[in-house]
């Protein structure tokens, strides 16, 4: 007998939106469902802090939607992504909808892990490029914390805006005034001393 090769089924957006409610949780990457495993302790930290800052300065006045993790439907991309920060301005908060953001954000932020880093660099960076969407924050979660910025050009190209480690502090094109102290996302990353071990020396 000669083994034949069955194509695989492309999956769509419909088919992925008539998925059930997770968990387990999957984006959508080319036709192919891929399931989202919980994410590493640094990870999560940088996570929790930035939307802690985030929130902060926004309540400051600048409006808008900070929505993590959301179903991300962007324009002329068939795939379905969960971004870990997605922000859309106020004058464009109706492609805020129940089921997700519906267009192409202000702002996708990533923080990189090692089962993701090769996707979210290569894979979704170019269909956020594709998509319009404005600004792209890739963040390094290990010791020490580093950000990408790119912001898309005329052309419609990303330019690298700011490549940035700690201790610098980093301000987003997108936020004017808005400071990220790095050094307050490497202390929320750093390992917690067990108290029971002795000091050394």
Known sequence: M????????RLTREDY?????????????????????RPPRG??????????????FLLGGTRGELAPE???????????????????AQQRRPICRGDGVHGAPDVVCEILS??????????KLEDFRRAGVPHVWLIEPESPVAVEEYVLDESGSYRLQAL?????????????GWRVPLQ???????????PAEPAAG
Do not use: C
């Not at 959301?70 to 859309?88: F, K, M």
């Open 164 to 176: 940035l480690s700690t201790p610098a502090e980093w301000e987003p094109v997108a936020f004017p």
């Open 43 to 56: 990870h999560q930290q940088i996570l929790r802090l930035l939307i802690r800052l985030w929130d902060t």
């Open 17 to 37: 939106r008539a998925l059930p409610e997770g968990p387990p949780y999957y984006e959508l990457v080319r036709g192919e469902l891929i399931e989202m495993t």
């Open 70 to 88: 959301p179903n991300l439907y962007l324009p002329g991309i068939e795939d379905v992504y969960h971004p870990d920060l997605v922000y859309v």
């Open 184 to 194: 307050e996302l490497e202390a929320a990353v750093a390992p917690v001393e067990d």
């Open 114 to 123: 090692p089962s993701t880093r090769r996707k979210d660099r290569y894979v």
């Open 2 to 9: 000669t083994d034949v090769a069955i194509p695989r089924t």
